[in-house]
């Protein structure tokens, strides 16, 4: 296949979850809906069902509303939407973590007004200790338990094994292609690298492997193009809609790097290696990952950030703030000073999944790519 | 300190002489006063000094003999005095988002400030934070240790989505809880004195009863006490639970309370036509705007969950309790079904003819489930209720007309209830 088909292959399911959804529902396959950011996809895997992205979707809320205030995350808002209204029939399960305050609320919201979607709730520890990946380890037996019900046989030790190692594969061919993209962002612009990085959420992960093997093999054989353009980072839950990475593109402006939720936060590291316990490798996974979402007293993903531009060569960052999402709300004067500090502007702009005008985006961004110079 | 005189304009009527406090009163402010000021001395005498989060293991630090003072005590007293709306502006100008808790806002404005109206804080040497009220809390004092470069403790609750801890959980927090004594005698030079641990236990359950029962003597009919003046002892549980002192004011409390109750008095100064739950955190920067209109109607708030979220109730001695009692105490922690439960109880207990629920624009955890809470219990019990939009600290979020409205609404709903049960009885 060549680069333009693997990638138009990318960009339908990044654009018609519900479609990709009806395809699996089709081949007989149960299929698990897995909300941001971070859930043991793989324990939805080696239960030989599909885990699928739960990621809202650009509507205005209206179900929503008799369950939670306009100030909610939009991402919740619209999932909750999607699962009142039956856009989301035909998951079996939707598994549900505890990430934020609003997530804990998600979870009660959903069982009072999704009650025909079964919900697995997951606690991840803060502290990333050895007595928190314990703790952690507990919690996915708990899932594994409750996702055996759902597919109505055992998960064993072997299946889990074997769903490390498809993620593993996976998470490295993603780390590949955001390193060699860089080499081609003629190619792959801000909106098809991130249909590239979203339709992970809606395939098969050993299948959506096969295909971003093809794209990078393919990319490696393309000469590498010298991008005249901006290069800038983005930083935050999720870079959506693509209009909004239009304007990027058309002001001449590449995304080189991100530090999304949704797409390169999912790729940090790789399951520890080993042939101990699947679920306690599992859960290692954990400790690292750097995130609004998990406890970080030294403030890592400041210092990430910092490396990122350092080694991208960024000219600028753009914070994308997700609306009323107040873990990033946190981080964002801290990751601002630091980067003013090695000469890197950064732009916050607010991301929503309510329709509005872009317009003032579109002034924001053309402000922006034009003082990077 | 001398007294302020206002001078009366000619022909206005005369000025109301306030009525002298209670004694408990006057305890209590003292207790808070003197906890601010030892903090400083201690911190001036070259001693280690914590913040830390309110409804932390405080068991621990009060042990250790530590002085500890609350960032949430600091933002809500300065709120109340209308004394933060400048932090507010700060933190923003820092780039904090408006969308953050406004107690937070007060206080990472505060971290850069070091100076305040009133309630100052010295500069902490360590953080202690507990994400059982909610995970903003993390945030917040992570961006503290990172400015301070302090280390941070935190105690992490993990949410509740079963009724209660499991066995797993209990152990996580009771590993964290020894991780805590270690890392304070590292920082303070001191060694725990597990007897003394257990004393500080034994003193924060005496506490945690007298609260209780000064709380519960409110489902009395008429209540002998305004409810709002319970706001006005919380600094004892949230600051001073695991002390002597605290006993102390809350002794005083239940004797003036009783003795109200024994002549048939009340510090509610007008006839309790209704009495009426509240739901969520005190509006503080409009705390005599809110009373007064419930005072209008004959409207008592005579209890509250907020009031009541320090019962953590654990054996003396037993760190596994207490680890479980943090865990499972507050409500933010609890899953939907375990606080309607609770709620309903309470509306039961003491006899409420409505429900006022604060949607305050801090707190997404008390109100991202709060209509369905509003569903269930308003349909478990027949109860009435209404809610307003407000926030605990910022005073942009609150409007006196629709708190006002929101409230005649309920009123009318309530005598109607009331004229059909006079009715009934006829």
């Known amino acids: ?373 | 300190m001398e007294e302020k005189v206002t001078q009366a304009a000619p022909g206005a009527a005369p000025q109301k002489p306030k009525k002298p406090l209670p004694k408990s009163r006057i305890m209590v402010g003292e207790q808070l006063a003197k906890l601010y000021q030892d903090t400083i001395d201690a911190k001036a005498r070259g001693e280690k000094i914590g913040w830390s989060a309110s409804i932390f293991p405080q068991e621990i630090a009060e042990a250790l003999g530590l002085y500890i003072v609350y960032p949430e005590n600091q933002a809500a007293g300065l709120a109340a005095r209308h004394q933060s709306d400048d932090l507010l502006a700060h933190a923003e100008a820092a780039g904090y988002n408006m969308d953050i808790c406004s107690y937070a806002r007060t206080s990472l404005a505060y971290m850069d400030t070091l100076t305040a109206e009133s309630n100052n804080m010295p500069k902490p040497d360590f953080v202690l934070c507990c994400n059982n009220i909610c995970n903003q809390l993390t945030k917040w004092f992570e961006n503290l240790a990172h400015q301070f470069q302090v280390p941070m403790f935190l105690i992490d609750t993990v949410y509740n989505y079963d009724p209660c801890a499991s066995e797993e959980k209990v152990k996580y927090v009771r590993a964290q809880i020894d991780d805590l004594i270690h890392g304070l005698e590292e920082i303070s030079g001191k060694k725990m004195d597990y007897d003394k641990l257990t004393e500080v236990m034994r003193i924060s359950q005496r506490n945690k009863d007298l609260w209780r029962e000064a709380n519960e003597l409110l489902a009395a009919k008429p209540a002998p006490l305004a409810g709002f003046d319970l706001f006005n002892y919380m600094s004892c549980m949230v600051c001073n639970r695991g002390k002597e002192s605290t006993t102390a004011v809350l002794e005083q409390l239940i004797s003036e309370i009783k003795e109200n109750i024994a002549q048939g008095k009340s510090t509610f100064p007008v006839e309790e036509e209704y009495r009426v739950f509240w739901e969520g955190i005190a509006c503080w920067p409009y705390l005599g705007h809110t009373f007064k209109t419930l005072k209008k109607y004959g409207i008592n708030m005579v209890a509250t969950g907020y009031v009541n979220a320090w019962g953590l109730e654990y054996e003396p001695g037993d760190l596994d309790g207490l680890a479980r009692a943090y865990i499972d105490l507050p409500n933010n922690n609890n899953n939907l079904e375990t606080v309607v439960a609770r709620r309903i109880e309470a509306h039961k207990k003491f006899q409420v003819d409505g429900t006022i629920y604060h949607v305050n624009r801090s707190c997404k955890v008390m109100d991202c489930q709060q209509y369905e809470t509003q569903r269930r219990i308003s349909e478990a019990t027949g109860i009435p209720f209404t809610s307003f939009d407000g926030d605990q600290a910022d005073f942009r979020a609150y409007s006196e007309a629709q708190y006002e409205t929101r409230i005649q609404g309920l009123v009318e709903v309530m005598e109607q209830r009331k004229k059909e049960r006079e009715g009934g009885k006829g």
């Open chain 1, 1 to 373: 296949m060549d680069i333009q088909a693997i990638l138009s292959q990318l960009s339908f399911a990044a654009e018609n979850p519900r479609k990709m959804l009806e395809e699996q529902l089709a081949q007989g396959k149960k299929v698990v809906g897995c909300f941001p950011s971070y859930t043991p996809e793989e324990l939805v895997d080696a239960a030989g069902m599909v885990p699928f992205g739960v990621w809202g979707a650009q509507m205005e809320p209206y179900l929503a509303k008799k369950y939670l205030p306009v100030f909610a995350c939009p991402i919740l808002q619209s999932s909750l939407e999607m699962g009142l209204s039956g856009k989301l029939d035909g998951l079996s399960a939707v598994v549900i973590p505890t990430l934020c305050d609003t997530f804990r609320c998600i979870t009660q919201d959903w069982l009072a007004g999704v009650p025909h979607i079964p919900m697995i709730p997951v606690s991840y520890p803060q502290n990333r200790t050895d007595a928190g990946i314990r703790f952690l380890r507990s919690e996915f037996a708990v899932v594994k338990g409750k996702l055996e019900e759902v597919c109505g046989h055992p998960i064993t030790d072997e299946d889990i094994k074997k769903s490390i190692r498809v993620y593993n594969e996976h998470t490295a061919v993603m780390r590949e292609f955001t390193a060699v993209a860089n080499e081609h962002l003629d190619i792959i612009d801000p909106v098809m690298r991130h249909h590239v990085m979203k339709s992970a959420w809606f395939m098969p992960k050993a299948e959506h492997t096969r295909l971003m093997r093809e794209l990078v093999t393919a990319l490696k054989a393309t000469q590498p193009t010298c991008f005249k353009g901006r290069r800038v980072l983005l930083s935050g839950i999720a870079a959506e809609p693509d209009s909004l990475l239009q304007i990027l593109t058309d002001n001449n402006v590449a995304v080189v790097g991100d530090d999304l939720a949704q797409e390169s936060r999912q790729y940090t590291a790789p399951i520890p290696e080993g042939q101990g316990d699947p679920l306690l490798r599992l859960a290692g996974k954990w400790r690292g990952q750097l995130c609004s979402l998990a406890h970080d007293e030294g403030k890592g993903r400041v210092d990430m950030l910092v490396d990122m531009a350092n080694v991208t060569s960024a000219d600028g960052m753009i914070f994308c703030q997700m609306k009323f999402c107040d873990p990033e709300e946190y981080d964002y004067p801290l990751i601002s000073r630091a980067l003013k500090e090695i000469g890197v502007p950064t732009l916050c702009l607010e991301v929503d999944q309510q329709p509005g005008s872009t317009e003032q985006i579109r002034t924001r961004l053309q402000t922006f790519a034009e003082m990077l110079g």
